[in-house]
């Protein structure tokens, strides 16, 4: 009779259990008929389980089945040993086994990243180097509610927001060289708990990874501290209540990532070398839409997230009280620098590949073409007779001077000490630097913008501060003019024959 309960209750917690994993797959739409999966075996409890699973519906699904095991070289024997015990399992289930070895250590020390990230990154490609190889379109990882928690509680401790404290996503698309593959977590509906007792019901072996039980990394220490005693004294439900909220927390998340796309959209504007907002248009926004756009614009120009926290967001902001020229420096070489009305987002990197500016200087020696760099603009300069009554163009790329009036030479060159402007007819003069500040020019503009100078006397500001000095204004007693025609070569078909 015991024996016959025993049984019986086996059995229950196998239905219970597959029906449990089959359900939520099922709602989040993981496995289509014919998918062909690369899982991700270690050899631990979680993965031996998901192996058993998706080799158990597989024949329902028709699904094709890899198992990929990544040897991390940390553990000697041991390692190798967790190694052939999969291979052996695969052997027994029928499914196809690879694996692949890489030096983690190594890798951590040589790219400057902790052991768990580079052991990450390995997995990762060694998965997808088989999906690509046999044309895989899924990959499946163990990743239950324990490893739910251990994320929300490592993300909450490091800074994160609310991105960050919506946990592990169910399924998640990747492309990778023009081919889409989906990663799944069939298991995050169960708890580890579940798991073990679900092998142990069966009688499945499993490897146990000694480097779990110690406290070298920092998601160890929550899963063995934090998350063990607030189980034991707080909330024998603890990581139920945790994973609970973090999905709570994802559903917040997206309804924030559909509003921030479109206030984004009005808000920020994308340049050659980086992004910019305007601080008034920003501020009409609600401050959690704020922080979310500013988010977007470090993963749009960082590329990635991982080392972004809240307090880099938060420095953004505060941005927007302090003096112009002020700037911080960001994840992955970012910088974000206060202009006259808005924030810039630049990586100093991209900034650095830029044409030198400072180094130009352009004689202009007479009537023809000149290239002028930066842009990929010319300067086409003419020189012709003045008639009476004759009608002085008035679009911002034509310019005419009184060719009588330049007293030394004329180039085209980046500001130097001593240039000014004459700003009135009476011969009122303004430093260039002073007359920057009154536009609003930013600071590193300043050294960039070309500038059509007679000595240190400016006759043209070319670009954004575009105006021309009074004293070489046509009037009714000119004689000779010197016309320049500012060119793009991408719009002009005459420009790019120079």
Request: charged share 30%; glycine share 6%; hydrophobic share 35%.
């Amino acid at each position: 009779m015991l024996n016959y309960l025993q049984a019986a209750v086996k059995g229950m917690v196998n239905i219970m259990m597959l029906g449990k994993i089959i359900d939520f797959m099922e709602l989040n739409q993981m496995v289509e008929k014919g998918d062909s999966i690369v899982i991700g075996v270690s050899g631990g409890a979680d993965s031996i389980c998901l192996l058993y699973v998706l080799s158990e519906i597989s024949k329902e699904y028709s699904l094709g089945l890899r198992v990929v095991h990544v040897n991390h070289q940390l553990r000697g024997e041991e390692a190798n040993e967790d190694q052939e015990f999969v291979r052996l399992t695969c052997e027994k289930l029928g499914v196809d086994f690879h694996s692949f070895s890489y030096d983690v250590k190594k890798i951590s020390q040589s790219n400057k990243i902790s052991e768990e990230e580079a052991g990450r990154k390995v997995r990762y490609q060694s998965f997808l180097e088989i999906c690509l190889k046999y044309k895989c379109n899924k990959i499946a990882t163990a990743h239950n509610k324990n490893d739910n928690a251990e994320t929300f509680l490592f993300n909450l401790f490091r800074g994160s927001g609310i991105k960050g404290l919506s946990g592990i996503d169910s399924s998640l698309k990747l492309k990778r060289i023009n081919k889409e593959v989906t990663i799944i977590r069939p298991l995050l509906c169960v708890t580890r708990r579940e798991i073990e007792a679900f092998l142990h019901t069966r009688d499945i072996p499993y490897r146990i990874d000694s480097t779990n039980l110690t406290d070298n990394y920092s998601r160890n220490k929550i899963r063995n501290n934090v998350l063990t005693y607030a189980t034991k004294e707080i909330n024998n439900n603890t990581i139920e209540h945790i994973s609970r909220a973090a999905n709570h927390l994802k559903e917040i998340a997206l309804f924030i990532e559909e509003t921030t796309e479109r206030s984004y959209k009005k808000v920020v504007s994308q340049r050659e070398d980086g992004f910019l907002f305007n601080i008034e248009d920003i501020l009409k926004e609600n401050i959690v839409i704020q922080k979310a756009i500013v988010r977007k614009i470090f993963e749009q120009l960082g590329g990635r997230l991982k080392d972004v926290e809240a307090v880099h967001i938060q420095q953004v902001l505060d941005l927007y009280d302090k003096p112009v020229g002020k700037r911080i420096d960001l994840p992955y070489g970012m910088v974000a620098l206060k202009e006259y009305e808005a924030i810039k987002f630049y990586c100093e990197s991209q900034i650095q590949k830029q044409v030198d500016y400072e180094a130009t200087c352009i004689k202009i020696d007479g009537p023809g073409v000149y290239y002028l760099p930066g842009d990929n603009n010319y300067l086409e300069v003419n020189i012709f007779s003045a008639v009476k009554n004759i009608t002085i163009p008035k679009n911002s790329c034509i310019k005419w001077f009184d060719y009588d009036k330049i007293e030394i030479a004329v180039e085209v060159r980046t500001r130097r000490t001593g240039d000014y402007i004459q700003i009135n007819n009476s011969g009122g003069r303004k430093k260039l630097k002073d007359y920057f500040i009154d536009r609003k020019i930013p600071r590193e503009k300043r050294s960039k913008t070309l500038l059509v100078a007679d000595g240190n006397h400016i006759m043209w500001i070319l670009g954004k501060g575009d105006r021309i000095s009074e004293k070489y204004k046509i009037s009714e007693s000119t004689v000779r003019i010197l016309s320049m025609r500012l060119i793009n070569a991408e719009d002009n078909e005459d420009a790019r024959k120079y």
